[in-house]
């Protein structure tokens, strides 16, 4: 069994910052700093979409829509991957996931993130 458990999510001022986190546990934490984490976004009435993802050697990519104020870093000792969301603007409201391993590996239940103009 893997579970991947989000937090830090909530309602933000725009220009404002929310970090959230997504902490690993069960069978997959013997190998979670060999697998790539990402976290993604749905916004209401649109499709999933990725926001970034960290490999197992640090290297980061990122939507361009969020380049520059959004950073994804992770602490295998911790099994926890954080998104450090800063200049959030309303457009940024959705749910965030976390994955592990890729899209058709394992999720998170999400958490809301609101943006308030």
């Known amino acids: 069994q893997v579970q991947l458990a989000e937090s830090g999510g909530g309602l933000v001022q725009g220009g404002g910052s929310l970090r959230l986190s997504c902490a690993a546990s069960?069978?997959?934490?013997?190998?979670?700093?060999?697998?790539?984490m990402g976290w993604y976004r749905q916004a209401p009435g649109k499709q999933r979409e990725l926001v970034a993802t960290i490999n197992s050697g640090f290297s980061t990519n990122y939507a361009d829509s969020v380049k520059g104020r959004f950073t994804i870093s992770r602490d295998n000792a911790k099994n926890t991957v954080y998104l450090q969301m800063n200049s959030l603007k309303p457009e940024d409201t959705a749910v965030y996931y976390c994955n592990l391993g890729g899209p058709a590996q394992y999720w998170g239940q999400g958490t809301q993130v609101t943006v308030s103009s």
């Open positions: 069960g069978t997959i934490v013997s190998i979670f700093r060999f697998k790539t």
